[in-house]
């Protein structure tokens, strides 16, 4: 489906707390054909120049509001909507060196349907 | 366009996803387009399209049926799904699918479609015939009938289906929708030309085509396949693929099922410049439909986006202009 598609190259940038760099932010968007509850991420991993980041390091922003995976977990009357991009803030101490990143995501929903559904997609981005 | 006729063309909005995801058009332009096309009834995955899902208000409402106005279109179905696998660490009760089931009927009544589409559980955990006869009441409650959808490997005349049909004997409010996946008769090229370009061979497209022909099951083919040719990774997985999920059947069936039908989707996966679609046989079908005596829509839905992101950006627009053309040529209007 939309698997090749589900790193967005819009907003990949260093995320600042009080003039430091703590972490990065990436955009996802999802590779299934309709949106789907929070609770249904089944799993998500990102990649940025060999160094691999797991859901304990990340907040996800849907919608305007934070949420940490685990919270995500149980949440079934929020949906990430179709199309639209899952704001994905990761804690690294000092963020990202600027330029060209090599980023990998794994995307993996769960559905009744499909049952549990991995796409992996590579890029080459950017970073701002 | 709205009209009296007893067959309505209709889209899914479905079909526009491709242009929907990247942005290009938003709910009330692909109804537009679909106006644009002379289409009658409007098909939607409210999980797909509406921001809002699931919690749609009021304002939404007002907002869609100014636009079923505006357009000239009317509201037919909503696609839900069945979902036991909504938390990581537990099933889904039967008594929560219940209530999803519920929250669904209530939004089709609200944006004023006649029709729920569910998904058959062959096997699987989608709406279970067990499950069928608890939201059954529902459905009836508010008027809104639950369609079955039949596609493809499942097939009109598969036993697996006989429970679901006892439940339809005994209720009108629930019925079969149609997909025209199970019509397929040979493998759409939008699908070999994807296998090619990852390294499948022609001459072992030509052979699993003419076994598709042939309708020799997947696991002799399989075998076969390897024995003649000593296939490559990427050349399994087509045959694992294309014959485990494609199915034909003569569409003649249908009359066998009339009474039950109450909705069609017409899938395709692409209708070439001649307006032909050269794997599901449109003017067949078609005429089974109108000696059916049958009376409702045939909901467009495009499907060639899969198989093609590899190589070139897809046309969902262009794709579902030739979709609607075909249909017109063969419904006069």
């Known amino acids: ?128 | 366009m709205l009209t009296n006729n007893d067959i309505k063309r209709g889209i899914s909005l479905y079909s526009f996803q491709e242009s929907y995801f990247f942005k290009r058009l938003d709910l009330e332009d692909c109804i537009a387009a679909a106006a644009d096309m002379g289409v009658e009834g409007i098909e939607i995955i409210p999980d797909q399209m509406i921001y809002e899902f699931p919690n749609v208000s009021d304002d939404f409402i007002d907002k869609w049926h100014g636009m079923m106005e505006r357009y000239g279109v009317r509201p037919v179905c909503i696609d839900d799904f069945v979902e036991s696998n909504l938390y990581k660490h537990r099933k889904v009760s039967i008594d929560e699918q219940v209530e999803r089931f519920i929250r669904a009927v209530k939004l089709a009544k609200r944006l004023g479609c006649f029709l729920v589409r569910e998904q058959f559980a062959l096997g699987g955990e989608l709406m279970t015939p067990e499950l069928l006869e608890k939201c059954l009441p529902h459905a009836e409650k508010h008027g809104i009938i639950i369609g079955m959808e039949v596609h493809a490997p499942n097939y009109l005349g598969n036993p697996e289906i006989e429970p679901y049909m006892k439940i339809m004997e005994k209720s009108p409010y629930v019925a079969l929708v149609v997909d025209f996946s199970i019509f397929m008769h040979t493998i759409p090229d939008v699908i070999n030309q994807y296998y090619m370009r990852h390294g499948a061979r022609q001459e072992v497209i030509d052979f699993a085509l003419e076994c598709y022909k042939n309708k020799m099951l997947g696991k002799d083919v399989i075998e076969e396949a390897h024995k003649k040719f000593k296939l490559l990774p990427i050349e399994e997985r087509y045959f694992k693929e294309q014959f485990r999920f494609n199915r034909y059947i003569e569409p003649e069936i249908m009359k066998d099922y009339a009474p039950f039908i109450k909705h069609f989707h017409a899938k395709t996966f692409g209708v070439n410049e001649n307006l032909v679609d050269e794997a599901i046989d449109y003017p067949r079908i078609f005429k089974v439909i109108k000696e059916m005596g049958y009376k409702g829509y045939i909901s467009g839905e495009n499907e060639g986006n899969r198989y093609v992101h590899d190589a070139f950006e897809y046309d969902d627009i262009e794709q579902a202009i030739r979709h609607q053309k075909l249909m017109e040529n063969l419904l006069g209007y």
């Open chain 1, 1 to 128: 489906m939309f698997d090749r598609f589900i790193i967005h190259d819009k907003g990949f940038r260093n995320l600042y707390e009080k003039g430091k760099a703590v972490g990065f932010v990436i955009n996802a968007r999802i590779n299934y054909y309709r949106g789907i509850p929070l609770s249904m991420i089944h799993d998500v991993k990102v990649i940025v120049d060999g160094e691999c980041f797991t859901t304990d390091d990340m907040t996800f922003v849907v919608r305007g509001v934070r949420y940490s995976f685990k919270e995500m977990n149980e949440i079934s009357n929020i949906n990430w909507h179709f199309g639209d991009d899952l704001r994905i803030e990761i804690k690294k101490p000092g963020g990202l060196k600027p330029g060209k990143k090599t980023v990998e995501m794994y995307m993996t929903p769960r559905n009744s349907y499909f049952g549990i559904f991995e796409a992996y997609a590579k890029r080459t981005m950017t970073f701002a």
